[in-house]
């Protein structure tokens, strides 16, 4: 079984106890973990595949979106939707970057997502036919990253924490240009409310499924809490979603597509209806709807860009032979 969603930890340790309880003691205390200190394989495997994926997650996310960049309705919108796509490039840098501190190189983690080894976030395996979806997209699912990322920015490794703090801040504006989208077509004419109803229906389980499987199936959840990788569980941050969502559909006169939602006095928060675990399984397995296409736009990146990577270290090794000639004519 996968863990899937952004969550997930080994919980395979080689380690004396008294290191681990040494280590824990520092988790305990609050305090970072940085690149070069010691820390248990579990834990440094645990994040090379978190983070990895992560970043997999921003880069792969950046597809069904850049499908709409040429057909966005006005200038306004294009540029917004332009800089909403960049951010997400960036984000996958600066977590490429993170991982590395941790002993794998990009290429490895790139040849592991073409492979299928390594997974990225399920819900960039569905399709985006309508321009709704791009209000939608950043209304649920950058509104659900933000509640994972939010928990992040205290995760006990220094890079990942510190690069989440960024990209949390440039998350609150992707999801705000998508609510602002969904409101405009909300407000608009009946067959604009209707994109808008129809793209919620199609995106609410699937933003749902993101926080990963609930937490009696969840099998690295415990480890990762232990280390303060993960703050919440995933139906806490789930359950916090649904909360912060379901006033925000209502104000918009949508309809949330859950018959057995409801309001629980008692635990101050929505009950919420059966999440098909049987389509989130299928989808993690490769057999989503658009599971190929994104793997193949991937791939076709990574090789059309072969060339910018080989004249790019020819030029570096032409410009260290040229520092060393210099270097040698001087002595
Ligand atoms: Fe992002
Ligand atoms: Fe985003």
């Known amino acids: ?16 106890g008294e290191f681990l309880a040494a280590f824990q003691k520092r988790i305990d205390a609050e305090e970072k973990i940085e690149p070069n200190d010691p820390m248990p394989e579990g834990y440094r495997k645990t994040l090379v595949r978190q983070i990895g994926q992560h970043a997999h997650s921003e880069i792969v996310g950046m597809l069904p979106e850049g499908n709409w960049i040429t057909r966005a309705p006005t200038l306004r919108r294009k540029a917004a939707l332009l800089a909403k796509v960049q951010d997400e490039g960036g984000h996958g840098l600066y977590l490429y970057a993170a991982a590395e501190t941790l002993g794998v190189t990009r290429e490895q983690m790139t040849e592991e997502l073409l492979s299928g080894k390594a997974k990225y976030s399920s819900i960039f395996n569905y399709p985006t036919p309508t321009w709704a979806d791009i209000g939608t997209i950043g209304w649920l699912v950058d509104g659900a990253a933000i509640m994972n990322q939010i928990a992040l920015c205290r995760c006990s490794y220094g890079p990942y924490a510190r690069a989440m703090i960024r990209i949390c801040k440039e998350e609150s504006f992707h999801q705000r240009q998508g609510y602002e989208i969904v409101m405009t077509l909300a407000k608009g004419s009946p067959e604009q409310k209707e994109l808008a109803q129809d793209s919620l229906n199609r995106w609410w389980w699937p933003s ?32 916090k979603f649904i909360n912060a969502t379901v006033p925000q559909a ?10 057995d939602l409801k309001w629980n ?22 057999h989503g709807k658009m599971n190929r296409d994104r793997i193949a736009a991937r791939k076709k990146a990574w090789d059309d860009g072969a060339w910018v990577r080989e004249a790019a270290l020819a030029h570096a090794e032409k410009r260290r032979n040229r520092q060393d000639a210099a270097r040698h004519a001087a002595e």
């Open 1 to 16: 079984m996968y863990a899937q969603g952004l969550i997930g930890a080994d919980g395979e340790t080689k380690e004396s």
């Open 208 to 239: 749902l499924m993101m926080f990963g499987p609930s937490d009696r199936d969840s099998v690295h959840s415990e480890q990762s809490m232990a280390w303060k990788i993960k703050r919440f569980s995933n139906d806490e941050l789930r359950d």
């Open 250 to 259: 209502e104000y918009l006169g949508l309809k949330v597509p859950d018959p």
């Open 265 to 286: 006095e008692e635990k101050g928060g929505y009950d919420h209806g059966e999440i098909d675990w049987d389509e989130f399984w299928r989808v993690v397995k490769g």
